[in-house]
């Protein structure tokens, strides 16, 4: 590996680009595994970035801020990207070769581990290919696009040995860390329920009558990749393939994946549900998006069950606030016997006892009208520990996959939480919110949690004749399969096209 370290002037330009980066946010045959065992700390860990038009420009942020790592590749379908990229990286010192498709990135011997903040189509086909290309793997979230693509995911790591990070970074804050023992250890008495949120405003993405021009940039044969090479049928290309079944997994699959996978951790959790149902739909407008745009989530774990809710319009029609449950907007609350904690952020947690007051809190959270609360270090923690890129650094140089802090298999089941609500959603059948609360009538918690989305849609005069009440799901927590419902298997594996097809290893 390239030992050279960059000179002062250039360490301190990186310094600060990296500070500007936190902010913003035809099959070819692949090379057999090109290493095998740990690195020095004097060797530098190589990284090829592959997607990096919003959240991947900030991991490559936080992969580079680990010490001695440097970036030698970039690919992006969209060369307006890339330029922009290569550019950025030029300015801090790194010299990057550059590719439209990610296969000769994969290919080259220039790069230990890759970075993959692709659409989440790509996510665990991407994946797989550089762990069959012997490279190590930073997982933006979802890890996957479909149930299937989990369990293939899972079987790559275990066939490769290669170190495999899920972007679900909470599980490196010490805060959280902390405050899940001191749940885990009695101190609020026994869970009764987990209600995650994902109230996160969500505008419309507007109405096409017809197909729509590709960007000239973009490769649209790479981009489309494994998913069907249809038209556009949007106004933009990117980011908004969120809010598309055949791309995405809308916001519970985006955003409320990092709360699923932090209540999923605190309930103790290790699989699936042996059911799960979903109610809602995409209200407030009508546009080219599918997914659901204002949805609840149950998700009956026998211990306790989890809730989920997603609100993308904001508190009331004209309003720019959004709602919250208990202080938290795009968090999580967990309901104990002796109290509750309120998690609102990546990092913070509070805890408060019966009488709603506050006993116990963790990280950098302060409630409106308090003062900022410190950085976090942790009770037991002199120093700051490592943010997820540099947990991900440390096991790759080291190949102790059990020092992640979420490795596959975690980032897997929490992703496959959101693809059970969203195949309940999609085999769902509309009804009256009346017909839909009657049926609800023997969980009282979702009947009540109906009741206040119902008012939420009204405030937005967005109250709909009806809702989506989504199918009943069953499943076989061993198999971790959906049983009985022939249309929802076909739902929980995608038809990827000729050539870019997913691998069946499990």
């Not at 189509?121 to 490279?135: D, P, Q, S």
């Not at 309930?267 to 799960?276: I, V």
Request: with cysteine; charged share 20%.
């Amino acid at each position: 590996m390239n030992h050279q370290s960059p000179s002062s002037a250039a360490a301190q330009t990186r310094r600060s680009f990296l500070k500007s980066m936190a902010g913003t946010a035809a099959t070819l045959s692949l090379p057999a595994r090109v290493y095998a065992g740990a690195r020095g700390a004097n060797e530098a860990v190589r990284i090829g970035g592959i997607g990096f038009n919003g959240r991947g420009m900030a991991d490559l942020s936080g992969l580079l801020a680990a010490p001695n790592v440097r970036v030698t590749a970039l690919c992006d379908v969209d060369s307006a990207v890339l330029a922009k990229g290569r550019a950025a990286m030029e300015s801090v010192g790194q010299t990057v070769e550059v590719y439209t498709d990610l296969r000769k990135l994969i290919e080259s011997k220039e790069v230990d581990a890759v970075m993959v903040a692709t659409p989440n189509h790509w996510h665990t086909l991407a994946a797989i290919w550089a762990m069959e290309a012997g490279k190590d793997v930073y997982l933006e979230k979802p890890v996957s696009h479909t149930l299937w693509e989990g369990k293939q995911l899972e079987a790559a790591v275990k066939k490769y040995g290669s170190i495999v990070q899920s972007g679900t970074q909470s599980r490196s804050s010490v805060g959280l860390q902390e405050a899940q023992a001191w749940a885990q250890a009695g101190n609020l008495g026994r869970l009764v329920r987990a209600h995650g949120t994902c109230y996160k405003r969500r505008q419309s993405i507007g109405k096409v009558t017809g197909r729509q021009p590709i960007p000239g940039t973009v490769d649209y044969e790479l981009w489309c990749g494994p998913a069907a090479k249809g038209d556009l049928m949007r106004t933009k290309l990117h980011y908004d393939w969120h809010w598309v079944w055949e791309t995405g997994n809308g916001d519970l699959g985006n955003q409320g994946v990092h709360q699923v996978d932090i209540a999923r951790w605190f309930m103790g959790e290790a699989g699936f549900p042996e059911s799960t149902m979903s109610f809602g739909g995409r209200f407030g407008y009508e546009d080219d998006g599918t997914t659901p745009n204002t949805q609840l989530v149950v998700l009956p774990y026998k211990n306790a069950p989890m809730y989920f809710e997603v609100r993308g319009l904001p508190s009331a029609a004209g309003s720019k606030e959004m709602d919250a449950y208990k202080g938290s907007r795009i968090g999580v609350v967990l309901q104990y016997e002796k109290g509750h904690l309120l998690i609102p952020s990546y990092s913070a947690v509070i805890a408060y006892n019966e009488k709603g007051e506050i006993i116990k809190r963790w990280g950098k959270y302060a409630l409106a009208g308090e003062a900022p609360v410190v950085e976090e270090k942790g009770e037991n923690n002199a120093v700051k520990a490592p943010t997820h890129h540099e947990n991900f650094i440390a096991a790759v140089r080291s190949r102790n996959a059990a020092s992640l802090a979420c490795n596959a298999r975690e980032g897997a089941v929490s992703s496959a939480l959101c693809h059970l609500a969203g195949i309940s959603h999609r085999l769902g059948s509309p009804m009256s919110a009346g017909a839909a609360l009657e049926r609800l009538k023997g969980d009282a918690y979702a009947s009540e949690t109906v009741g206040r989305m119902l008012d939420h849609l009204k405030l937005n005069e967005a109250l709909p004749e009806n809702v989506v009440f989504g199918a009943q799901l069953q499943v076989d927590t061993k198999a971790e399969k959906i049983v009985g419902n022939p249309a929802a298997t076909e739902l929980e594996h995608r038809q990827d096209r000729l050539g870019f097809k997913v691998p069946k290893l499990a």
